[in-house]
């Protein structure tokens, strides 16, 4: 068997996959909380608790209704996305004209309901979503074996962060959105309703979380906590990144989730806090973040 | 943060009034013990010490931690470590306890300054997770099952805590000494200047004064103060566990002083109380706690933002 730095290359290449796979979510996740923080100026901390909701609703789909994988990747983000628009309207909106932090409280609390429901109902251990029949198996490549499934998650998650990069930087809506960044006020003088514009921003942004969760659930247990210690990981990427550009976004998440699987093989006592570390040395060189300028 | 104010304390006679809230609230803790269970009493005092040190923060110079269970748990871990393995004093070991998060704040404040308000707060979080992460591997925490039977000792080598009137009257002054301390650094010159930075930071900046660095020092007394009340509660329960370090005791303190009232003096200890009781209460219940607690967070941003003790400043039209 060939060895890269002592380390089996199946290893070594397995955890770069998975390094990858996690990497997305990381991504798709960053982006949500990136996008809903430039027009609401709000920090989602409900993101992990819908990022569950999104396996936990393809679940359901399929276990209570039949309805299978490519149904529940298209139904799941607008069910989900669609509590979302309420959450907004109901309590968010309420809240614009106060401190950003009375936000980053709300929606905490809202995570702490959502996950206490859910495990109420479902239980702390994890429940398994069986895989599309057309995803599963997967590629030889000599060096190291190539799932489907996986291959399939790094692609979609990459086109759906580079369509959302294109619609917010090169179409007219996004232009509106980018605009209404900057001044609200001013847009909403040009006659663009910028409070619709708002809701419907949240909902993408929820419904990305959904989405990630979707493509999570046959990877991952769909268990209620799957989204309370994502999230946090998920911060540090956005500390890390910045949160002023969208391609910022998405470049740390992969190359964050890269770092994280290469630290399981060299050194794996600090898997779990590498992502942290470098937080902690990214705030002390540059502390705006990668991507990002201090305002 | 704008929203959140405490009237100016102006003249001496003005703060006459806390005086007597002050000595009320001593009164009732000290007699506590006759009505309820002395144990839940002094965990109440423990957490509402906690809260006191994490209001510092949030209440006086508008910093939102989201971390601060990383100095509770820390603190009750080497506490908890020097009383059993070092076989040190209660007074040295709290001391020690107090000491780490003292240092620990110094080097968690110095790196989440540089950040400014929802950054802040994401920093820290992301900062306490991975001392929880620490905490989970390191050897002599004990990993999942924690620091248990952890041996109260003799105060100065003298009163044998284990007597729970003992332990109670060291609980209570510990307490109360953090919280006059905590009042103190509040209504000092140093406390205005904290108040400064919180109304207008860049006003304060053209003034002259050095912001970071008041900023690091009050970081560094709430995570020493927070650590204070961690270090007590080890030696309390005779117990540090991971319960004490994870996220969620983060969002439990918050919650606390929220509920309570933002930058009020008596609110953290009254939300400390409140919470406290009704984990109590409702133990049987399970997971509902964790949505109880959550519906309480949304009812207090949405309608209730000052807090038990500032809807009852306002109606008394006093500062408290």
Same mark, same amino acid.
Not at chain 1, 189 to 218: D, E, K, Q, S
Not at chain 2, 49 to 59: E, P, R, Y
Not at chain 2, 213 to 218: C, E, I, N, W
């Given at each position: 068997?060939?060895?890269?730095?002592g380390i089996?290359?199946?290893?070594?290449?397995?955890?770069? &996959?998975?390094? +990858?796979?996690n %990497?997305s979510?990381y =991504? @798709?996740?960053?982006?949500? /909380?990136? *996008?809903?923080?430039?027009?609401l100026?709000?920090?989602?901390?409900?993101?992990g608790?819908?990022?569950?909701?999104?396996?936990?609703?393809a679940?359901l789909l &399929?276990?209570? +209704?039949?309805? %299978?994988?490519w149904? =529940? @990747?298209?139904?799941?983000? /607008?069910? *989900?996305?669609?509590?979302?628009?309420?959450?907004?309207?109901?309590?968010l909106?309420?809240l614009?004209?106060?401190?950003?932090?009375?936000g980053?409280?709300?929606?905490?609390? +809202?995570?702490?309901?959502i996950?206490?429901?859910?495990?109420?109902?479902?239980?702390?251990?994890?429940?398994?979503y069986?895989?599309?029949?057309?995803?599963?198996g997967?590629?030889k490549?000599?060096?190291?074996f190539?799932?489907n499934?996986?291959?399939w998650?790094i692609?979609?998650s990459?086109?759906?962060?580079?369509?959302?990069w294109?619609?917010?930087?090169?179409?007219k809506?996004g232009s509106?959105?980018?605009?209404a960044t900057?001044?609200?006020a001013?847009?909403?003088?040009?006659?663009i309703?910028?409070?619709r514009?708002?809701?419907?921003?949240?909902?993408?942004?929820?419904g990305?979380?959904?989405?990630?969760?979707v493509?999570a659930?046959?990877i991952?247990?769909?268990?209620p906590?799957?989204?309370?210690?994502?999230?946090?990981?998920?911060?540090?990427?956005?500390v890390?990144?910045?949160m002023?550009s969208?391609m910022?976004?998405?470049?740390t998440?992969?190359?964050?989730?890269?770092?994280?699987?290469?630290?399981?093989?060299f050194?794996?006592e600090?898997?779990?806090?590498?992502?942290?570390?470098i937080?902690a040395?990214?705030?002390?060189?540059?502390?705006?973040?990668?991507?990002?300028t201090?305002? | 943060?704008?929203?959140?104010r405490?009237?100016?304390?102006?003249?001496?006679?003005?703060?006459r009034?806390?005086r007597?809230?002050f000595?009320?609230?001593?009164?009732i803790?000290?007699?506590?013990?006759?009505?309820?269970?002395p144990?839940?009493?002094?965990?109440?005092?423990?957490?509402?010490?906690?809260?006191?040190?994490?209001?510092?923060?949030?209440?006086y110079?508008?910093l939102l931690?989201?971390?601060?269970a990383?100095f509770?748990?820390?603190?009750?871990?080497?506490?908890?470590?020097?009383?059993?393995?070092w076989?040190?004093?209660?007074?040295?070991?709290?001391?020690?306890?107090?000491?780490?998060?003292?240092l620990?704040?110094?080097?968690a404040g110095?790196?989440?300054?540089?950040r400014?308000?929802?950054?802040?707060a994401?920093?820290?979080?992301a900062l306490?997770?991975?001392?929880f992460?620490?905490c989970?591997?390191?050897?002599?925490?004990?990993g999942?099952?924690?620091?248990?039977?952890?041996?109260?000792?003799?105060?100065?080598?003298l009163?044998d805590?284990?007597?729970v009137?003992?332990?109670?009257?060291?609980?209570?002054?510990?307490?109360?000494?953090?919280?006059l301390?905590?009042?103190?650094i509040v209504?000092?010159?140093?406390?205005?200047?904290?108040?400064?930075?919180?109304?207008?930071?860049?006003?304060?900046i053209?003034?002259?004064?050095?912001?970071?660095?008041?900023?690091?020092l009050?970081f560094v007394?709430?995570?020493?103060?927070?650590g204070l009340?961690?270090?007590?509660?080890?030696?309390?329960?005779?117990?540090?566990?991971?319960?004490?370090?994870?996220?969620?005791?983060?969002?439990e303190?918050?919650?606390?002083?929220?509920?309570?009232?933002l930058?009020?003096v008596?609110?953290p200890?009254?939300?400390?109380?409140?919470i406290?009781?009704?984990?109590?209460?409702?133990?049987?219940?399970?997971?509902?706690?964790?949505?109880?607690?959550?519906?309480?967070?949304?009812?207090?941003?949405?309608?209730?933002?000052?807090?038990?003790?500032?809807e009852?400043a306002?109606?008394?039209?006093?500062?408290?």
């Amino acid at each position: 068997m060939s060895e890269i730095f002592g380390i089996p290359s199946q290893a070594l290449f397995g955890q770069l &996959l998975i390094g +990858l796979i996690n %990497g997305s979510f990381y =991504a @798709l996740l960053s982006l949500g /909380l990136a *996008v809903i923080f430039g027009l609401l100026n709000i920090i989602n901390f409900t993101h992990g608790a819908q990022y569950m909701m999104g396996a936990f609703v393809a679940y359901l789909l &399929l276990n209570k +209704l039949g309805l %299978g994988y490519w149904v =529940a @990747l298209a139904v799941v983000p /607008l069910v *989900v996305g669609a509590t979302g628009v309420v959450i907004e309207r109901l309590m968010l909106s309420r809240l614009y004209k106060l401190d950003h932090l009375y936000g980053l409280l709300l929606t905490f609390g +809202l995570a702490l309901i959502i996950q206490g429901l859910f495990r109420n109902e479902y239980g702390s251990s994890g429940l398994p979503y069986t895989m599309p029949e057309l995803l599963r198996g997967g590629q030889k490549l000599g060096f190291m074996f190539l799932p489907n499934y996986r291959v399939w998650v790094i692609v979609a998650s990459l086109t759906v962060c580079l369509a959302t990069w294109f619609v917010i930087e090169r179409t007219k809506l996004g232009s509106y959105l980018r605009a209404a960044t900057e001044n609200p006020a001013l847009v909403q003088a040009f006659g663009i309703n910028v409070p619709r514009m708002i809701t419907l921003t949240y909902g993408f942004g929820v419904g990305l979380a959904a989405l990630a969760g979707v493509m999570a659930a046959p990877i991952y247990q769909v268990s209620p906590q799957m989204g309370g210690d994502l999230i946090i990981v998920v911060f540090a990427v956005v500390v890390i990144g910045g949160m002023g550009s969208i391609m910022g976004s998405i470049v740390t998440g992969f190359g964050l989730g890269l770092i994280e699987g290469l630290t399981k093989v060299f050194y794996p006592e600090a898997s779990n806090t590498v992502i942290f570390i470098i937080m902690a040395i990214v705030l002390l060189i540059r502390p705006a973040g990668l991507f990002g300028t201090q305002k | 943060m704008a929203a959140i104010r405490t009237p100016v304390p102006g003249i001496r006679n003005e703060l006459r009034h806390q005086r007597v809230a002050f000595v009320l609230m001593a009164v009732i803790l000290a007699g506590a013990p006759l009505v309820v269970y002395p144990l839940f009493m002094m965990k109440v005092m423990c957490f509402a010490l906690f809260a006191c040190a994490f209001n510092l923060l949030i209440g006086y110079v508008g910093l939102l931690s989201f971390g601060h269970a990383m100095f509770f748990g820390m603190a009750s871990y080497v506490a908890a470590h020097a009383a059993k393995v070092w076989g040190l004093t209660p007074e040295l070991a709290i001391l020690c306890g107090t000491a780490c998060s003292a240092l620990l704040g110094f080097v968690a404040g110095s790196l989440a300054i540089r950040r400014q308000g929802i950054y802040f707060a994401m920093i820290t979080l992301a900062l306490a997770q991975m001392v929880f992460f620490f905490c989970l591997q390191v050897p002599f925490t004990g990993g999942e099952d924690g620091i248990q039977a952890v041996p109260r000792g003799r105060l100065f080598g003298l009163i044998d805590l284990t007597q729970v009137g003992a332990m109670y009257a060291l609980v209570l002054a510990i307490f109360l000494g953090g919280f006059l301390l905590i009042y103190r650094i509040v209504h000092s010159p140093f406390g205005q200047i904290l108040k400064a930075i919180r109304e207008n930071e860049s006003r304060a900046i053209s003034l002259g004064y050095d912001v970071d660095r008041y900023k690091l020092l009050a970081f560094v007394l709430s995570a020493a103060l927070a650590g204070l009340a961690g270090a007590t509660k080890a030696l309390v329960f005779q117990l540090a566990s991971l319960t004490d370090v994870h996220w969620s005791m983060s969002g439990e303190v918050v919650l606390m002083t929220l509920l309570g009232g933002l930058g009020t003096v008596f609110g953290p200890v009254v939300g400390a109380a409140i919470i406290i009781s009704m984990e109590n209460y409702l133990a049987q219940l399970g997971a509902w706690v964790t949505v109880v607690q959550g519906t309480i967070f949304v009812i207090c941003v949405l309608a209730f933002r000052r807090g038990v003790i500032g809807e009852v400043a306002q109606w008394l039209k006093k500062p408290l």
